[in-house]
């Protein structure tokens, strides 16, 4: 059965990401995001819509005791959304050709918001045929139920479709749910197209 669908991850393979970027602004303003991630569920809440953007902030800033602006929360945050190169857009265009191409992101209103603005929303709809963004939908990778609900959503089957990602746990919980997965261990470029091949050319024999 040959692959017809693509769902690639956004950050660090679609759109190029520093997540270091983030951690060092925050350490400047006095906060160690690991520790509160350890500590709390409000990273992990944010970006499956149970809290909204001004409660977010609102924790960070206590947590900073009032040392940082609302706006100096915001840039720290987006520190780590960096450039969507021409020639990766042009790439998704020609994959586009072939196959039906679906974007699914553990991300947060603060992150799409930005690279929206940044890179035009537009662009996005033109690539793929529909966003899955975790705090719209409500669930996270690499829980298998997300996985099933792109694929329940979209019509589509896991055993014609490929799934890629640059994290191994979202991997992992791809593979649990059935879909044929490519790990991303750099940003997409042309080395896609020979690990794409092996994986359609598996599925036809």
């Known amino acids: 059965?040959?692959?017809?669908?693509?769902?690639?991850?956004l950050g660090a393979v679609v759109l190029n990401l520093d997540q270091e970027k983030t951690l060092r602004a925050f350490r400047r303003l006095g906060a160690d995001l690991d520790e509160l991630n350890y500590e709390s569920s409000l990273f992990i809440d944010y970006e499956v819509g149970?809290?909204?953007?001004?409660?977010?902030?609102?924790s960070l800033m206590s947590r900073?005791?009032?040392?940082?602006?609302?706006?100096?929360?915001?840039?720290?945050?987006?520190?780590?959304?960096?450039?969507?190169?021409?020639?990766?857009?042009e790439l998704?265009?020609?994959?586009?050709?072939?196959?039906?191409l679906f974007l699914l992101s553990?991300?947060?209103?603060?992150?799409?918001?930005a690279v929206y603005k940044?890179?035009?929303k537009e662009i996005f709809?033109?690539?793929?045929e529909k966003i899955y963004l975790s705090q719209e939908i409500g669930l996270r990778k690499p829980n298998v139920e997300c996985y099933h609900y792109v694929l329940k959503d979209a019509g589509i089957k896991g055993s014609e479709s490929v799934f890629v990602d640059d994290n191994r746990?979202?991997?992992?919980?791809?593979d649990e749910a059935g879909i044929n997965t490519i790990w991303a261990k750099e940003p997409l470029d042309k080395w896609f197209g020979i690990e794409l091949k092996k994986v359609d050319v598996l599925q036809v024999n």
């Open 118 to 120: 940044e890179h035009g």
């Open 106 to 113: 553990n991300t947060n209103n603060l992150h799409i918001e």
């Open 64 to 89: 900073l005791k009032g040392n940082a602006s609302k706006e100096q929360l915001i840039d720290a945050w987006n520190a780590m959304l960096l450039d969507l190169p021409p020639k990766r857009i």
């Open 92 to 100: 998704l265009r020609q994959i586009k050709k072939k196959y039906r």
């Open 125 to 128: 709809e033109e690539l793929f």
């Open 169 to 174: 746990a979202n991997i992992k919980g791809a």
């Open 1 to 9: 059965m040959a692959i017809k669908n693509i769902i690639f991850d």
């Open 50 to 58: 149970k809290i909204d953007t001004e409660f977010f902030l609102h």
